[in-house]
């Protein structure tokens, strides 16, 4: 792309936000009342939520940043116990399922990673200031808070992110003797207890904090094939801190946190799409592998009598073959699949965050964050709900069971905080290290038709991927009052990186046999931008930021016929540019509590990072593999709202909107003299939103608190492939409406156990949160399933 006119495009829509900002400031203005500086904190206010989106304690309306924060009584009262909750609680955030429930990937506005990539996160998510590079499932238990950053971040956040950055905050250790246990029982035999307790060993200098949790649920679908049930999980963590406090300004803080995980994985179990020989979209031959040889047309490839020996050898299968099956799975409906394997999961992860501040003087403070994530899991992770083996995730050849990956990370980061030029500059600088191993398998086989002759065929891809990443970063913000310019803010940050990636085939796999390869990346991040104290209650803020994730490693491509064939196994790495404005809202609106947040952006993205399955050398060794490419370039934009008010001291009223524009402004890529061609952009909603009303029920004091809360969650649809115009239709997902409700009763009669019942997705609607294409590869396409209506009681103890 010429700069020239990119810098000109971000300079229009520049002009183009600020005329936002200033059509949107003029009635949060007119609503807001004349009040001392700052605006006193209550219910709507965004003054008492603290937000550390810029590595300092702040109050989130006084953050220039689209961010969403929940507190540790917001995660119990809104049921945020998983990932997929967030999805529901933070406008513009997808949380895709891509081979079911352990298989997670956070998208924020149209930025997200494909399944078998080998890109890093678009989204990174961090648990005390660590970051944690595994995909995997959660539980969210006994957090300070949780913390949603969008758009590119870079120059103050461990590692690069084009679409965003996630914080789990951990609670900390007090110098209180306290704790609580809360017990939640529901249908699906769901189970979950967790609790922590709170002792200050000495006071206010050892500070112990000890937390747990489990979780057991049997799973909502049922395999026909197998005769057991997926989703089920068994789930236990732990969690240790300790905080040690030797002298006057100096502070140690110690997390310990071990997570188990085992179950069965919901997987891609619904049969969504199957392609027929022939088919064309839009000018494209369409794969049909699958479809022709499970079938009645196998005879034409076999030879008479080879569907009929197929049936005879494999009882369970469905007799009109796998094009039929599409209308039998729409029969059956979502939660029966007849999936012709296992879905075993395993995880097993250690994660382990050490923070040292030393108080230099008022104005000046050393920090280091030692970061350690080691991650084993070993997942079965079903990708078609038909009871064909078009693909397994096991090797028969080998007796290799479930894909695996082994990972280790360390981090480090020093930071040096603190103001300068009497207090008029707040500044930060920083050196982040990381180093980062992992270890991958990936155990196939294709098309079971036994006992035709030359099937089945089998693959398994091992490698192993280092990276090296090392990024110096500075950022101030200047508060212009200080000459004349009251309430203005300028901000400016610079971060340079460079990752070292290197990958290796391993022993046992197809592709061993090659030296290690290594690629180097680098490139700058960085941000400027002002906010505008406009009015006690009213921020205004217009930014533009710059990032990238770097390029990675094609593990599953054999480095020699690659080369030979004039590629590499290396990925180019994608960067981008976003221009956002926004406004923040927070105190009172004709008379009554009340906040809003807007935020206006546009982001541009050069060589995005997406998965397609080429056939490098036409029928062979290297059809249906997975390589991460590098299409040209996607634009997105979007408006992103939050807001509530109390318009009588019982009830509050309040959602969030997300309209997403997302495109892949130059879409084709040609990879070994093939055109692929991409577009819609996946994972992206067009809009999504969540509206709520919280009831405070009138009752006695001394009986406690009776809250009733009602949440509607809708979305519209989306795709779960980049290229489903051209190679891949069949993949968009209807959109959804989920109905959620809460009724809970605190400190009950003066004591210190409260209650609640809750429900999700009232209504039971149908509905679905991911898939898996393997439309180019084998020609068909399953979906990932949401949860049915599930309901169940909570029971707490604080003490």
């Not at 990539?117 to 970051?131: C, D, K």
């Not at 922590?196 to 206010?204: Q, S």
């Not at 505008?532 to 990675?552: V, W």
Request: some cysteine; overall charge negative; hydrophobic content about 35%.
């Amino acid at each position: 792309m010429d700069i020239r006119i990119a810098n000109a495009a971000q300079f229009r829509a520049a002009l183009r936000l600020g005329s936002a900002l200033v059509a949107m400031a003029a009635p949060a203005t007119l609503l807001a009342q004349t009040a001392p500086h700052p605006a006193q904190p209550g219910v709507g206010s965004a003054d008492d939520i603290i937000v550390t989106a810029r590595r300092r304690d702040e109050t989130l309306a006084r953050v220039p940043i689209a961010v969403t924060a929940l507190g540790s009584e917001d995660l119990v009262k809104r049921a945020v116990v998983t990932d997929q909750d967030l999805q529901r609680t933070v406008p513009g955030l997808t949380i895709r399922q891509t081979q079911g429930n352990n298989s997670l990937t956070y998208s924020l506005r149209g930025q997200s990673a494909d399944i078998f990539s080998g890109s890093p996160s678009a989204v990174v998510t961090y648990l005390n200031e660590v970051p944690l590079p595994i995909s995997g499932a959660s539980t969210f238990f006994d957090l300070e808070s949780v913390q949603v950053l969008k758009g590119p971040q870079g120059t103050l956040f461990g590692r690069n992110a084009t679409g965003g950055a996630v914080l789990f905050t951990a609670a900390k250790p007090t110098n209180e003797l306290e704790g609580y246990v809360r017990g939640r029982y529901g249908n699906y035999n769901r189970g979950e207890i967790e609790g922590a307790l709170n002792i200050p060993i000495v006071d206010d200098k050892v500070l112990l904090r000890g937390a747990f949790n489990y979780t057991h649920d049997d799973g909502y679908i049922y395999n026909l094939y197998t005769n057991e049930e997926l989703g089920r999980i068994d789930r236990v963590n732990g969690r240790l801190s300790l905080t040690l406090k030797p002298w006057e300004g100096v502070s140690n803080t110690t997390m310990v946190q071990y997570s188990k995980s085992t179950g069965t994985n919901t997987g891609a179990s619904y049969t969504y799409s199957v392609y027929g020989c022939g088919q064309t979209n839009n000018g494209f031959a369409l794969s049909c592998g699958a479809g022709l040889l499970f079938g009645p047309t196998l005879d034409s490839v076999a030879g008479a009598g080879a569907w009929a020996a197929y049936l005879a050898a494999h009882p369970k299968a469905y007799a009109p073959g796998l094009l039929a099956y599409v209308d039998e799975q729409r029969r059956l409906g979502p939660y029966l699949t007849n999936h012709p394997s296992g879905a075993r999961h395993y995880g097993e992860y250690w994660n382990i965050a050490n923070t040292t501040e030393i108080e230099l003087n008022d104005d000046l403070r050393i920090r280091n964050i030692f970061g350690f994530v080691d991650g084993y899991t070993n997942s079965q992770q079903p990708q078609l709900g038909a009871p064909f083996g078009t693909i397994l995730t096991q090797n028969f050849a080998t007796g290799e069971i479930g894909n695996t990956e082994d990972l280790r990370s360390y981090s480090n980061e020093l930071q040096l905080q603190g103001k300068t030029l009497g207090g008029a500059l707040d500044f930060i600088v920083g050196l982040y290290l990381q180093r980062q191993r992992t270890y991958t398998s990936f155990p196939q086989t294709y098309f079971d038709l036994t006992p035709t002759p030359g099937f089945p065929t089998f693959a398994t891809n091992r490698f192993r991927t280092k990276n090296y990443t090392d990024a110096v970063y500075a950022q101030g913000t200047y508060d212009l009052s200080s000459v004349g310019l009251e309430g203005l803010k300028f901000t400016a940050g610079l971060r340079y990186t460079r990752e070292r990636v290197k990958g290796l085939q391993l022993p046992g796999s197809d592709n061993f046999g090659p030296p290690e390869q290594e690629q180097t990346y680098e490139d700058p991040s960085w941000e400027v931008g002002f906010d505008y104290q406009a009015t006690p209650s009213l921020l205004l803020y217009l930014k533009t930021r710059g990032s990238f994730r770097s390029g990675g490693y094609n593990g599953t491509l054999n480095p020699v016929t690659i080369v030979a064939l004039g590629g590499n196994n290396f990925f180019k790495s994608e960067t981008t540019q976003d221009i956002e404005g926004g406004l923040k809202f927070s105190g009172r609106a004709l008379g009554h509590p009340a906040s809003l947040n807007i935020a206006i952006y546009n982001q541009w993205i050069q060589n995005v990072q997406r998965v397609e399955f080429p056939d490098p050398d036409g029928p062979g060794p290297l059809a249906s593999i997975a390589v991460t490419t590098n299409v040209p370039s996607e634009r997105v934009r979007g408006i992103e709202v939050e807001g509530s008010i109390m318009p009588t001291d019982w009830l509050k009223l309040g959602g969030q909107l997300a309209l997403t524009d997302a495109d892949f402004t130059n879409n084709q890529v040609t990879l070994f003299g093939n055109v692929f061609s991409y577009g819609p952009v996946g994972d992206t909603p067009k809009s999504s939103g969540t509206g709520f009303a919280e009831v405070y029920v009138p009752v006695d004091p001394s009986l406690g608190s009776v809250t009733l809360r009602g949440e509607v969650y809708s979305q519209a649809g989306q795709y779960f492939s980049n290229a489903a115009a051209s190679l891949a239709p069949g993949t968009r997902l209807p959109g959804y409406t989920l109905v959620n409700g809460r009724l809970s009763w605190n400190d009950i009669a003066g004591s210190k156990v409260s209650a609640a019942v809750y429900g999700e997705n009232l209504f039971n609607q149908d509905y679905f949160v991911g898939g898996m294409q393997l439309a180019v590869a084998l020609g068909h396409n399953g979906a990932v399933v949401g949860k049915p209506r599930t309901y169940g009681m909570e029971l707490s103890f604080k003490f």
